[in-house]
């Protein structure tokens, strides 16, 4: 990529870009207090079994969908409401969507947003809008996928360093573990269709479930 449109790319994928991912554990606060996710090893686990097998590679399998679509507002639409239903829970629908309109917002900083008439009447989970603001952002597909990708995993990592505890060190630990992992996930996307979209992590899906009357919380999921 040219250095302005890379440049671009660091600011959407960034920990200080306004998505409020900072609020949203996906359900890792639940797996954390129950012991699941406890050091770098049951970490990595617990987020390469969702890229490989639940909500973290359905995500990049719709934002590849939502890059594809480019400018066809009508099949944005279509893979917008496709994404919402997928949502395995109450609490992981409103994360992505919360993050995806956050997103909009966001980037139409950038003049890269459809105009308002088209958004209207939908509800925008965050996958989608990654792809079509990537896409009309001048981004790669194969970059947009493994950006988006990593700025999940990095959340998740980022909020186990917070609940865990885990040091910042072993937080870069599980990042560097997870690079191929993503990168196979990313590559594996690129080949696949909404059709493609399910999954086998329940207890991920519960957790997230299980959150919703967590008595003590930190995050929004």
């Known amino acids: 990529m040219a250095g302005q449109d890379f440049l671009r790319l660091l600011s959407w994928v960034s920990p200080a870009f306004p998505t409020g991912g900072y609020a949203y554990s ?114 790669a597909a194969p970059q947009a996928v493994l950006s988006g990708g990593y700025a999940a995993v990095a959340a998740l990592v980022s909020a186990a360093v917070r609940l865990v505890p885990l040091g910042q060190t072993d937080g870069l630990r599980a990042l560097a573990r997870l690079e191929s992992v993503l990168a196979q996930a990313a590559t594996q996307a690129a080949r696949q269709t909404l059709d493609d979209v399910g999954g086998a992590c329940f207890a991920a899906d519960l957790a997230a479930m299980h959150h919703e009357t967590q008595e003590t919380r930190l995050f929004r999921t």
């Open 26 to 139: 996906h359900g890792l606060e639940w797996a954390v207090e129950r012991g699941d996710v406890r050091d770098v090893e049951t970490l990595c686990a617990w987020v390469g079994a969702l890229l490989r097998h639940g909500s973290l590679g359905n995500d990049l399998i719709i934002m590849h969908a939502a890059w594809q679509a480019g400018e066809d507002d009508g099949r944005l639409r279509e893979i917008a409401r496709f994404a919402c239903a997928s949502a395995s829970s109450r609490e992981r629908y409103e994360e992505t969507v919360y993050q995806g309109e956050a997103f909009l917002r966001a980037a139409a900083v950038w003049h890269v947003v459809p105009p308002k008439a088209m958004l209207a009447g939908t509800r925008w989970p965050l996958p989608v809008v990654q792809g079509l603001v990537f896409r009309r952002g001048g981004v």
